[in-house]
């Protein structure tokens, strides 16, 4: 469950992504996380990957891969 504040929900509903903190990633290094709406999963957090720095739905991703 992501819990944002009122005004990262504000935001969310006038830009496509609100950072919501920095965390370790997969690498161990800290990125900045970003809250974004996925049309099938609602409200969900990532960071951006690279090369093309495009936030990414997980769930999404693991039932293309099933």
């Known amino acids: ?16 992504s609100v ?3 920095w965390r370790p990633s997969s690498t161990g290094r800290s ?3 970003y809250a974004f709406k996925c049309p099938v999963h609602g409200v969900v957090v ?3 990957r690279a090369p093309e720095f495009k936030l990414r739905c997980l769930k999404c991703l693991e039932e293309k891969w099933k």
């Open 31 to 33: 990125v900045m996380y």
């Open 19 to 21: 950072p919501v903190g």
């Open 1 to 16: 469950m992501i819990k944002l504040t009122l005004f990262q929900r504000f935001l969310l509903r006038l830009y496509d």
């Open 46 to 48: 990532d960071y951006r």
